[in-house]
């Protein structure tokens, strides 16, 4: 199986910026696209970024322009730089990684998801 360490989440102002990390362990080379969604409190969650094996990345609309994420494949590692932070972006942050594995098939991986709050 494979695990997700997330970290960088904490508290900043509006207009600030942070960084957050989600660290690959386990069967990595199982892993394909990796995203990261968030669930503010009485929502749903919801996709904030994702980005393919090969790269390639696509966004909420709502973060667009502020957000960027990539990764590091040598570290197992991909990251979401978040700028110009709103406080609407407050919400937990959780990173998501779909393995394929030869016997499971498709499966879906969650870390414990890590704190964003933006204060106006």
């Known amino acids: 199986q494979v695990q997700l360490a997330e970290s960088g989440g904490g508290l900043v102002q509006a207009g600030g910026s942070l960084r957050l990390s989600c660290a690959a362990s386990?069967?990595?080379?199982?892993?394909?696209?990796m995203g990261w969604y968030r669930q503010a409190p009485g929502k749903q969650r919801e996709l904030v970024a994702v980005?393919?094996?090969?790269?390639?990345?696509n966004y909420a609309d709502s973060v667009k322009g502020r957000f960027t994420m990539f990764r590091e494949n040598a570290k197992n590692t991909v990251y979401l730089q978040m700028n110009n932070l709103k406080p609407e972006d407050t919400a937990v942050y959780y990173c998501?990684?779909?393995?394929?594995?030869?016997?499971?098939?498709?499966?879906?991986?969650w870390g414990q998801g890590t704190q964003v709050t933006v204060s106006s």
């Open positions: 998501n990684a779909v393995a394929y594995y030869s016997i499971e098939g498709r499966y879906e991986h």
């Open positions: 386990g069967r990595t080379r199982a892993i394909g696209d």
């Open positions: 980005i393919t094996s090969g790269g390639s990345t």
